[in-house]
T-cell receptor, first 113, second 118 residues
Framework: GQQVMQIPQYQHVQEGEDFTTYCNSSTTLSNIQWYKQRPGGHPVFLIQLVKSGEVKKQKRLTFQFGEAKKNSSLHITATQTTDVGTYFCAGPYGGTSYGKLTFGQGTILTVHP | DAGVIQSPRHEVTEMGQEVTLRCKPISGHDYLFWYRQTMMRGLELLIYFNNNVPIDDSGMPEDRFSAKMPNASFSTLKIQPSEPRDSAVYFC????????????????FGQGTRLTVV
């Protein structure tokens, strides 16, 4: 079954509003990655988090890795229409710290101008 | 580097026919992944290779699916016979292994193959 759950599945926001997606793992992760997929496109790597409690920022995007390394979040401040797409978290499953890169179901973000 | 290259970009085939999807990973990458994406099931990992060796194929739906990696620069995913429920976008991705860190690094995805089985 699915080992990493993402919520919400869908999010509709007005341009300028904030957006957050959450990723929860059934097991402790050595690291977690985030990807963005534009409509009709392919997943593109955004960032990787490794340390417990780690927080990283990329312009309007803030990524957090939980203290227990079982959950993560992506927060977008003041969304823009260019933020539209599906955001995925991904982690290595299969008993090792690398290899079996498994994706969450993704959160589909729609931004209304 | 041109990135991960998949072919064909689109494939329409009739039920029962054999379908072969192709992937050329980025040179020097140790890992190659095959994913299937549908609205219902999201992005599913089908199989992955490390240094051309299949490591985990537990995501392969059934015996109709098979994957090979005869060398470091080429992999195929074959469906025989194909069924309408196989219709999906199939992605290939490759990633290097971060030296000394024992963890995955950034996965680079191909453009995908959109498969339609009628």
């Amino acid at each position: 079954g699915q080992q990493v759950m993402q919520i919400p599945q869908y999010q509709h926001v007005q341009e300028g509003e904030d957006f957050t997606t959450y990723c929860n793992s059934s097991t402790t992760l050595s690291n977690i990655q985030w990807y963005k997929q534009r409509p009709g496109g392919h997943p593109v790597f955004l960032i990787q988090l490794v340390k417990s409690g780690e927080v990283k920022k990329q312009k309007r995007l803030t990524f957090q890795f939980g203290e227990a390394k079982k959950n993560s979040s992506l927060h977008i401040t003041a969304t823009q229409t260019t933020d539209v797409g599906t955001y995925f978290c991904a982690g290595p499953y299969g008993g090792t710290s690398y290899g079996k890169l498994t994706f969450g179901q993704g959160t589909i973000l729609t931004v209304h101008p | 580097d041109a990135g991960v290259i998949q072919s064909p970009r689109h494939e329409v085939t009739e039920m029962g026919q054999e379908v072969t999807l192709r992937c050329k990973p980025i040179s020097g990458h140790d890992y190659l992944f095959w994913y299937r994406q549908t609205m219902m099931r999201g992005l599913e990992l089908l199989i992955y290779f490390n240094n051309n060796v299949p490591i985990d194929d537990s995501g392969m739906p059934e015996d109709r699916f098979s994957a090979k990696m005869p060398n470091a620069s080429f992999s195929t995913l074959k469906i025989q016979p194909s069924e309408p429920r196989d219709s999906a976008v199939y992605f290939c991705a490759s990633t290097p292994r971060a030296t000394g860190l024992s963890m995955n690094t950034e996965a680079f995805f191909g453009q995908g193959t959109r498969l339609t089985v009628v």
